[in-house]
């Protein structure tokens, strides 16, 4: 059974104060990072699948052309 009611009572000023993890403060640098890594790979993304429509609509499929079942990869 835990005999500490208040951490607080038991953390000395150099515990509170010391760094929980590395690189304190550049948290919003990493967020920028990530949402111009997140926007980048959408758009990138919706980019390649446009072209790909487009490729497949410049093909004037049939309307029997599905029976065939045969994938452009």
Do not use: C
């Not at 009611?5 to 403060?25: K, M, N, R």
């Not at 990530?34 to 446009?50: D, I, K, N, Q």
């Amino acid at each position: 059974m835990a005999t500490v009611t208040s951490w607080v009572e038991h953390l000395s000023a150099d515990e509170v104060a010391g760094a929980v993890y590395p690189f304190i403060g550049t948290e919003w640098l990493w967020l920028t990072i990530a949402v111009v890594f997140w926007l980048w790979f959408h758009v990138a993304t919706g980019t390649g699948e446009a072209e790909e429509q487009q490729k497949l609509a410049r093909k004037k499929p049939s309307a029997n052309d599905y029976k065939k079942n045969i994938t452009d990869w």
